[in-house]
Each structure stands twice: as C-alpha cells, then as structure tokens.
C-alpha cells in the first residue's frame, strides 16, 4: 500500500505520516517546500516527498498518480476566513484521487459537521457560523459521494495542542492566563493530534473497519479549569482560566468570531466522546499524560 498524505508537514497530516510509517506501510508526502525542516524529517524516516499545492489541480493529480489511498485534510484561506478556498481545495483533493483512480479516502474534518450543527438550537435562526460549517459539510459530502472503494470521514474534537502556542482559542497562556469564554461547567472534548493520526492509519489499514463511516474523536472531556489544574500539576506553575463573558473575551483579545464557536460549544456541546472513539477500539491519550508527554 502507497498512501499520498496531504498536509504532511501540519499536524494532522504529520501524525498520519508518521502513524503509517510506523506500520511500515509507504508514504508519498505532499508538502509546499520539500527542503523544510518538518519535510526533511519526514523523508528521513522513509516518506517520499512531492511538491504541490491544494490550489493546484494538476499538482495534486501528478501527486496522486500510483497511490491507493489519500489523506485528505484541506485548509481554509485565514487570509479570507469569508471566501470559498477551503470547499475548492478540498474538491480539487477530491477530483485529483478519483481522476488518478485512489480507491481509498480519508478525510479529517470537524467535530460536529453536518446533521449536528444543523440541527443544533440557534441554527435555524442564524445564530452561528453558517459558513464555516457548512464548508467543512460540503467537503465531507463530496468525499463520500465520489465513489471511492473505501473511505472514512474523521471528526476530531478540540486539539490538545492548540495549548502549545499561542492560539484563536485559548490566547498566549505563557503569562499563567488561558483566556477563554467556555462556561465554568463547560466540558471540551479535547483529543491529541497523534490520536488522529492513529485513527487514519487504521482506517487505510484495515479497511473495513470504518469504511462509509464519519468517526467522531475525543480523547477526554475536561472543563477549563480542570485544564488549567492539569496544566498547572504537570508544569508546576499557577495556571488559571477565569471565566470571562463574551464581551471581556473580546477586550482580551479573542476574535468575535471565536467567541461565537465557544458559545455554541457552551450552549449546545459537541458530539465526540471518548467513550465511543474506546468502543470503536482505537486508542486515546488522556490529557495529562499529553500535557506530561509535550510540555514538560
């Protein structure tokens, strides 16, 4: 088996890589700038690399010409979050593997897209973000309806490493600060991107595990402050995660748009739960063994 992993340099892409390198199956590595670090490392480990672009139609098809299976993990322009680049890349990933003949498709999304955020309260009143879920739908859609022999559509919840940088969620919590507008009894479901990566890598194979299936992932359910106590355990400093209301978000730094997802996530929740990605028999890292594994 030849797996062309999309976004191989990103976090998502790189955990596939890595996971399928590990089951020694082969991996053709699509990255921008073959001579980067994160590039240079996955080649190292046995990874073809191949340059293209998500915006390049006839990159993607050159790249996936002889694979049998692609990881699919298109972005959006966060130079134009209001634009369509993320749909037309992902139908350009999409009409590349099935022109080239890929018989089998893994796509990441989001947790929560499709019959959940539609039918969440406040959709139908346009409370939410219509646009920026209703792109990651349309991608999903165009996956399973191309007519691959296999295919699995991931829905990973929050990452657990948006807390090792500065991020839209959680700010720049180097101070001891997590700047965040989840409510007090507001339980995220967080899961760490190697899980991901996990996840793909036994969808490509064994196939008929989750084939025609969209597969929610959380690793645990924590509110902030139950973060912020691990964080604070693990790297022996005074962490905290104030409750701040949506306006104080806002003066804090967080984009509006932001503020938004957090309150429909407090409002509503979202439908990954660990106890199911268990049930399905894939494997989960718990947040402090995260938090001790990367931060510390």
Not at 3 to 9: D, H, K, N, P, R
Not at 91 to 119: I, L, Q
């Amino acid at each position: 088996m030849k797996v062309l992993v999309i976004g191989a340099t990103g976090n998502q892409g790189g955990a596939t890589a890595r996971a399928l390198l590990d089951r020694g199956v082969q991996v053709r590595a699509l990255v921008r700038d073959p001579h980067s670090a994160k590039a240079q490392a996955l080649r190292e480990r046995g990874a073809e690399l191949v340059t293209g672009d998500l915006d390049d139609a006839g990159s993607l098809l050159a790249a996936a010409k002889g694979v049998d299976g692609l990881f699919s993990v298109p972005h959006p322009d966060v130079t134009d979050p209001a634009g369509d680049a993320e749909v037309a890349r992902g139908r350009n990933v999409v009409e590349a593997a099935r022109k080239a003949g890929v018989s089998h498709v893994v796509h990441s999304s989001v947790d929560g897209a499709g019959e959940f955020h539609r039918t969440q309260p406040g959709w139908s009143e346009g409370r939410w973000d219509e646009h920026y879920w209703e792109s990651k739908a349309a991608v999903d859609e165009a996956v399973r309806v191309a007519g691959f022999e296999h295919w699995t559509v991931l829905k990973p919840a929050t990452f657990m490493e948006n807390l090792t940088h500065r991020s839209y969620l959680f700010g720049d919590w180097s101070s001891g600060t997590i700047i965040t507008g989840f409510a007090a009894d507001t339980q995220i479901p967080w899961i760490a991107v190697d899980d991901i990566g996990e996840a793909a890598a036994v969808a490509f194979t064994e196939p008929g595990r989750f084939d025609g299936m969209d597969v929610e992932l959380a690793g645990e359910m924590l509110t902030m402050t139950e973060t912020a106590e691990i964080l604070s355990e693990v790297t022996g400093r005074t962490i905290s995660a104030p409750v701040l209301t949506p306006q104080q978000a806002v003066e804090r730094g967080m984009l509006p748009a932001v503020v938004n997802e957090v309150e429909r996530i407090n409002e509503n929740g979202t439908p990954a739960r660990p106890e199911h990605v268990r049930a399905l028999g894939l494997p989960t890292t718990d947040f402090r063994t995260w938090a001790q594994r990367t931060l510390v």
